[in-house]
């Protein structure tokens, strides 16, 4: 049973935010893959258009913006109602947002929007946890989709079930893994802004003639693709010159090991009992299996030919020097401006051994909450269901994202399932039952995942003792939480 919800002191609230900053960050994709015309395989991503609820009065055109504050996009003037959205995306992806700000305030035109960038992910959420103990929150944010039950157990989110009961959508309107994460004790605290298909299997085929494989088919299961790997590796002495895949760099160590765990099989935690299952069998299994690849050719060596390459067009699926990795839709827009004459193909993840189940991908994504204390609550959730279920804005999503909206329902899927390209993430996304585990102590699980995964590729500890660490550390701090009644 789980202690009685408390509201947190600003100091408390705090001390316990502390606690999850220091645990290793997701190598983004995890949850988090990167906005279309990012080069940046370890970055973030997108949204949907409203049923019912917004006005469309003839737009009033803006007056002079005052002058700009580096990271925050003022509202239009004259505006009524002024509602400050958080937001975790930088660089080019921020700009790319302003077509949801300005799409908004057309559509509202007593509404304007004050969008900030904000650092936010599974170690990096102080500003927004100071803001709220403050007393000072925005009205709305983007919140990293493993995170949602953490901030619902530490108070930092209204729910929204009343809201979503009166809005004319419901749960199956919404991917199920994506729903899912955003479910915690009995409510709902955010909705999905994107679900990521976590991943396409992409294999170039260039490289698959070049090592005389059929070029076409690429592995149904992860026996064939060990077999693949040893006829495209290429190693001359101490020097590798070419690998079919390198298992534990898929977005990271714990993406990693999420993508093969459950691919062999394996569960990472049972939500009726409240317990972590890192050392689940079949996830040992895995982690084994990664192992074998770090033994044959030494992870030290895999360093440093992995040093030799970096984004854009020095990514070494393009370049030809990896021929197989899960990647996601984001990708796409750097295959087209960097290797456009790559010949690839992607498809599901291969079947692990023993009898596990095939189409064993998983959904992450961004979802969108109110802050716990958001003055324009009301103001603050019709946006929050413009951005996550209208026409317009999933359609946004998809076209200036390569995203994926988490609304089943946004036209953006007719222009998905036609393209030959998106159509495989799509038939992911139908197939996938998996999230990763939705309760308050994710950040700490990313982490000592991450670091049983490396222990276990390094030689440091077996796979078995590394996974029992992660289990028995990670079961801690989740009886602790519950135990304080954080949750």
């Known amino acids: 049973m789980q202690g009685p919800r ?7 609230f705090l001390e316990l935010t502390g606690a999850s900053l220091g645990m290793a960050t997701l190598a983004a994709c995890g949850s988090t893959p990167p906005p279309s015309g990012s080069s940046n395989p370890t970055q973030a991503p997108a949204p949907p258009a409203a049923a019912g609820g ?10 002079a913006a005052p002058e700009p504050t580096p990271g925050i996009r003022q509202a239009a003037s004259g505006r009524d109602t002024i509602i400050e959205v958080w937001y975790p995306y930088g ?5 790319t947002l302003q077509q949801y700000w300005e799409a908004y305030e057309k559509q509202n035109t007593k509404v304007g929007i004050k969008a900030v960038y904000a650092a936010n992910d599974l170690s990096t959420n102080a500003k927004l946890f100071t803001a709220i103990a403050s007393g000072r929150p925005p009205d709305v944010s983007w919140v990293d989709g493993p995170q949602v039950a953490e901030w619902a157990a530490r108070n930092a989110l209204e729910p929204l079930d009343a809201r979503i009961a009166q ?17 915690y004790n009995g409510k709902v605290w955010a909705l999905t802004y994107s679900s990521d298909p976590n991943f396409g299997f992409f294999w170039n085929k260039d490289v698959f003639k070049d090592a005389g494989l ?14 693949m790997n040893d006829k495209i590796a290429v190693v001359q002495g101490n020097r590798i010159d070419r690998l079919g895949l390198i298992p534990w760099t898929v977005y990271g160590s714990s993406n990693s090991l999420f993508t093969w765990g459950w691919a062999f099989g394996g569960e990472f935690y049972d939500p009726d009992a409240r317990k972590i299952t890192a050392n689940d069998e079949k996830v040992v299994d895995a982690l084994d299996w990664m192992v074998s690849y770090a033994k044959k050719y030494n992870p030290e060596r895999v360093s440093g030919f992995q040093a030799g390459f970096g984004t854009g067009e020095q990514n070494p699926f393009y370049v030809g020097k990896i021929a197989m990795a899960p990647f996601g839709p984001w990708e796409l827009s750097g295959l087209k401006q960097y290797a456009p004459e790559l010949k690839y193909g992607i498809t599901f993840l291969p079947t692990g051994p023993n ?18 204390g958001a003055k324009q609550t009301d103001a603050g959730f019709e946006f929050i269901d413009w951005l996550t279920t209208s026409d317009e804005a ?14 089943k329902n946004s036209p953006y899927y007719e222009t998905v399932q036609k393209s030959a390209e998106l159509k495989p993430f799509y038939d992911i996304l139908v197939a996938t039952k998996h999230q990763r585990p939705v309760m308050p102590a994710q950040a700490f699980y990313t982490g000592a995942l991450a670091t049983a995964v490396d222990a276990a590729i390094f030689g440091q500890q077996s796979s078995k003792q590394a996974l029992d660490t992660a289990t028995s550390t990670t079961q801690k701090e989740l009886d602790r939480i519950l135990k304080e009644g954080v949750s």
């Open 91 to 95: 660089g080019t992806a921020s700009t």
């Open 167 to 183: 809005s004319g959508f419901g749960e199956d309107d919404f991917w199920a893994p994506s729903w899912e994460q955003n479910s």
């Open 394 to 407: 999933t359609t946004i999503q998809g076209n200036a994202f390569t995203g994926f909206p988490g609304f």
């Open 355 to 372: 009898g596990a189940p095939p189409k064993s991908s998983w959904v992450g994504g961004w979802c969108v909450g109110l802050p716990r």
């Open 54 to 63: 917004t006005a469309t009065a003839a737009p009033a055109p803006p007056a």
């Open 214 to 227: 059929d070029s076409e088919t690429p592995p149904k299961t992860i026996a064939e693709m060990d077999e």
């Open 6 to 12: 408390k509201n947190l002191s600003r100091r408390r």
